[in-house]
């Protein structure tokens, strides 16, 4: 059963209710990447090109159930105005009288409303029903373009759904859903994940899910130091869940069971603090001369084997840095293996914020099949949840 997508829709002189997901850096009001909105913007454009009169909604940060214009989407309409080359309206609320002059003024000037961030009203997050009926009840259709909310039951993403008749997928979504679908479901071999970043305790689920579907999965970052330290090796002060260690044994185990290769660091960068001028060292992985320091990113010896493992990949899943990558020093590592995901021959997948970055500054992002906009989305539906904001949606 396929979800129903935009383009199932009669959109002719309809109000299209359009839930997105802009939220955008922003830096003293300024937005620094605009990659989010550009990402919808084929959604609303597909929307305009059918008749409809699209009424947009997002959040943007965490401003915690009350107005904040720390938070506010204010900046976003201008940009999504330069970007759209249509006006946008904004009504500086996203419930109430406000948006129904946004809404008139948009209908005037041909153009599209964009509603203030939905998280200024604590019941978005909490899914309150009346909040909900009274988003859903200034539109005569729903689309959800917000993959990165999906995960989230919230008002504009659940709760909402249940007024229209035909809740839908937007283009970016669907497309999302297309692709992590086919990874899950008949992905070309051999398929290999790579996991990294800081906490094994958000990727255990995934992993656990992944490991009877993989051929081999790489593991580098932080997330390495709980499975090194599970089997003995030295870790000096690297990042370690302690309380996981039992669970690094576990998967270890399954994935010998499964005939999944589990692929971790042979050699590491050691340093005595995460900063860019702190001394550091590469030393191999058993190397109980780490003492107190900690290790931040992946070596030049892991950087060749994780290069080779991923030679012949078919299909490769990525999320989460191998190293501190934000500091230049540790960066090898991620800005290797970004060079090397680009290089597969095959469908390649890259989520999560850092990974994306790091894909984008080694100018490799048009050598990746699809870069997914939501991090957590992406890993929770790879971990094989049925995300509360896709479940909600209507099927074909
Ligand atoms: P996550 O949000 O779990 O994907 O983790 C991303 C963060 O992990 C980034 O900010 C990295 O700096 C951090 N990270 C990656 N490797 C290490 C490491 N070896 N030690 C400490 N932090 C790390």
Redesign the pocket.
């Known amino acids: 059963m396929a979800t129903l997508s935009i383009r199932d829709l009669h959109l002719h002189g309809r109000r299209l209710f359009i839930r997105v997901d802009f939220n955008v850096p922003l830096k003293n009001g300024v937005i620094t990447d605009d990659t989010r909105i550009r990402a919808s913007l084929a959604t609303i454009q597909f929307a305009l090109d059918w008749g409809a009169l699209p009424i947009i909604a997002s959040h943007l940060g965490r401003p915690k159930g009350t107005p904040n214009m720390a938070y506010t989407l204010r900046p976003v309409a201008v940009r999504l105005q330069e970007l759209l080359g249509r006006p946008v309206s904004f009504a500086p609320d996203c419930v109430g009288p406000a948006v129904d002059t946004a809404v008139d003024e948009a209908r005037r000037a041909n153009g599209v409303v964009l509603l203030e961030n939905l998280r200024f009203h604590a019941e978005e997050e909490s899914n309150d029903e009346a909040f909900a009926k009274q988003l859903a009840d200034v539109a005569d259709d729903y689309v959800n373009d917000a993959f990165g909310a999906a995960h989230r039951a919230h008002a504009s993403v659940e709760g909402i759904t249940h007024h229209f008749p035909k809740p839908a997928a937007g283009l970016l979504m669907e497309q999302e859903l297309k692709y992590l679908s086919h990874v899950l479901e008949a992905p070309e071999r051999p398929f290999v994940a790579i996991l990294?970043?800081?906490?094994v305790s958000?990727k255990i689920e995934v992993i656990e899910n992944m490991l009877g579907k993989l051929d081999r999965l790489i593991i580098?970052?932080?997330m390495?130091?709980t499975f090194l330290k599970s089997r003995g090796i030295p870790t000096g002060r690297?990042?370690v869940e302690d309380d996981k260690l039992e669970e690094a044994r576990r998967i270890t185990a399954d994935a010998a069971a499964k005939g999944v290769e589990l692929a971790l660091p042979v050699d590491h960068i050691v340093t005595t603090a995460?900063a860019a001028d702190a001394p550091h060292a590469v030393i191999a992985i058993d190397d109980a001369s780490i003492g107190d320091r900690?290790?931040?990113?992946i070596g030049p010896l892991t950087i060749a084997k994780y290069d080779a493992l991923l030679k012949d990949a078919r299909t490769v899943v990525w999320?989460?840095?191998?190293?501190?990558?934000?500091i230049a020093a540790f960066a090898g590592g991620t800005n290797a293996l970004a060079q090397s995901v680009a290089n597969v021959h095959g469908t390649t997948i890259v989520g999560?914020g850092?990974s994306i970055s790091a894909i984008k500054k080694s100018g490799m992002a048009d050598r990746i099949t699809h870069i997914s906009t939501g991090g957590g989305a992406s890993l929770e539906f790879l971990g094989g949840r049925v995300l509360p904001g896709v479940a909600a949606l209507g099927n074909k």
């Open positions: 990294g970043g800081a906490k958000d580098g970052g932080a390495a130091y690297s990042l995460i900690m290790g931040v990113d999320n989460g840095p191998m190293g501190v990558f934000e999560g850092d």
